[in-house]
């Protein structure tokens, strides 16, 4: 894309809804629009987003505000229960469908993370609802409303990347085949403000996943780094953030970047949010897209399954480097 026709595509975003917010240009999309005639210029948007921003917002997603509402006040109530409740949920197996993950000391950063997080597989329900909480009452059919909900956002912006890639509508969704999805219901406590320059929600990272879907409450905190800046994005209510995922990066070989993000805390109020991870089911080979190969571009990544990046996810968390945890999947040409 060339220089004038990236300044279009940033006009068109701004004119669609992009906000300023704090200190930089949010691209926030109507999702609604890719319904009706627009669509191939909605699609455009989406993809000028991933390879410039590597996020977007939504808006007119399709699930309604007492939906969203639900979700994230389930989320207050199980961080609210007694410890011994939540506890339960500890595992150091990274192969449990469910695992509560607690704040930590990161020794290498000087840094406590301070944050406690509840991630586990929803899709299919049959399979996992039985091991989720019983606690709150509502939380089951609270995660099932919602996640039925975000699928269907989910494969919708799928079908619209694909096709913003010059792919089939369906390549990314026949790729990851009967795919599957978990979410995390992320609690930060307040910090006290003599603590907060050696206190972080989540450290910058990346996510190993396709795409992810952020629910966000009104409380400030989730940044995403543009042009080497770290950008707040505030809140807009009724709205998604969409992001990309190390997998997408290599799908759309190295095309769209996986977003780098982190969530700082607050002295004043406690901040949730739901996230909800697009993955493949484990015998998927994942690769870039042939048709985005030629001898101007060629393949970035070597194809590999996605029991294998799973098993190199983990073993990148267990090292602290998860920031390299692609590197292994580069091409010998790359």
Known sequence: MSAMESQLADNELAASGGAEISDGFIPLIDMEELQGPRRSEI????????????????????????????????????????????????????????????????????????RESLRFSTYPFEDYVNGWPANPPSLRMDVMEYCTSVKRVEFALLEAMSESLGLEKDYIDKMLYNHGQKISMNYYPICQEQDLEFTRGVRPHTDPTIITILLQDSVPGFKVLNNGKWVDVGHIPNTLVIHVGDLLQVISNYRYKSLHHQVFINCERERVSVASYCYPSSDTTIGPAVELIDNDHPAIYRNFSYTEFYEEMWRAVVQHATDKRLDTFKSSVA
């Open 43 to 114: 699609v455009q948007q989406i993809g000028h987003a991933c390879q410039h921003y590597s996020f977007f917002l939504v808006k007119n997603h399709g699930i309604s505000e007492t939906n969203m509402n639900n979700i994230l006040g389930t989320t207050r109530e199980f961080f609210k229960l007694p410890e011994q409740e939540k506890l339960k949920f500890c595992t150091n197996d990274p192969n449990k469908s469910i695992k509560l993950f607690m704040g930590f000391k990161d020794e290498s950063q000087n840094v406590f993370i301070s």
